[in-house]
């Protein structure tokens, strides 16, 4: 068994298969979870058969239940949880006035309650990973339309604000046990959740699913004195 265990949300594709494979790489078990059964398993065969160690969870991540049969199911199969990444997200735009509630109730539920009960549910392991090497590690994934307010994408962009604000807070109440909390914040990535935008923005402009990897990996380095609260990602012109 693995000396050290993940689990990663919306891992089925994308930043969160990016950072799943990282993590592999780095010899974790890994459990990952996402909506789609067939998706998460063609991403978790791929997985296996890099040699990597891989529980699959499939059901809504904005569900209670659903949040704690994923950690019920990673802490039998590994015991331990040093790394949690919330990256499970869902963006759907509209203009205010055509903003559906139930497309409203899903980008809360998934992008924001998701995180926060992840937190609730798996504080506990996290507190024994900090005791043991002091630096356990929760990675957020937001976005830099959480550093602004959008048009068009205005739930999904307050969605991703605050994940941004309740990554501080987390920071606040957990660093000085150990427990490390980072907010990604990228622009456009080429992942299928972009694909609206690729009539603008080329898929070959964008940033790469392995560029968030690469840094959720240095998170994993840095010693237990350096925390890194936030990382933007930006393409050549963007504004900061």
């Given at each position: 068994?693995?000396?050290?265990?993940?689990?990663?949300?919306?891992?089925?594709?994308?930043?969160?298969?990016?950072?799943?494979?990282?993590?592999?790489?780095?010899?974790?078990?890994?459990?990952?979870?996402?909506?789609?059964?067939?998706?998460?398993?063609?991403?978790?065969?791929?997985?296996?058969?890099?040699?990597?160690?891989?529980?699959?969870?499939?059901?809504?991540?904005?569900?209670?239940?659903?949040?704690q049969e994923v950690v019920r199911r990673h802490q039998e199969r590994f015991g331990r949880l040093d790394v949690l990444v919330n990256n499970a997200g869902v963006g759907i735009g509209a203009p205010v006035t055509e903003i559906e509630t139930k497309k409203l109730d899903i980008q809360l539920g998934v992008n924001l309650r998701s995180i926060i009960l992840f937190y609730r549910e798996c504080v506990p392991l996290l507190r024994e990973a900090a005791k043991e090497h002091k630096s356990a590690l929760v990675i957020n994934t937001a976005s830099i339309a959480g550093k602004t307010g959008q048009a068009w994408l205005s739930v999904y962009a307050a969605t991703k604000g605050a994940v941004v604000n309740f990554t501080q807070g987390m920071h606040k109440e957990l660093s000085a046990e150990?427990?490390?909390?980072?907010?990604?914040?990228?622009?456009?990535?080429?992942?299928?959740?972009?694909?609206?935008?690729?009539?603008?923005?080329?898929?070959?402009?964008?940033?790469?699913?392995?560029?968030?990897?690469?840094?959720?990996?240095?998170?994993?380095?840095?010693?237990?004195?350096?925390?890194i609260p936030e990382i933007q990602f930006l393409r050549p012109g963007d504004a900061a």
């Open positions: 068994m693995a000396d050290r265990a993940a689990i990663v949300t919306g891992a089925s594709s994308g930043i969160g298969l990016a950072i799943a494979e990282m993590l592999g790489e780095e010899g974790y078990g890994l459990t990952i979870a996402a909506r789609r059964p067939e998706k998460l398993e063609q991403a978790a065969e791929g997985l296996r058969a890099k040699g990597y160690e891989v529980e699959v969870v499939a059901g809504p991540l904005g569900e209670e239940e659903q949040v150990g427990i490390k909390s980072t907010a990604l914040c990228p622009g456009f990535v080429d992942t299928p959740m972009t694909d609206f935008v690729k009539g603008q923005v080329p898929a070959e402009e964008m940033i790469t699913p392995q560029d968030i990897a690469e840094a959720a990996r240095l998170l994993l380095k840095v010693s237990p004195a350096c925390i």
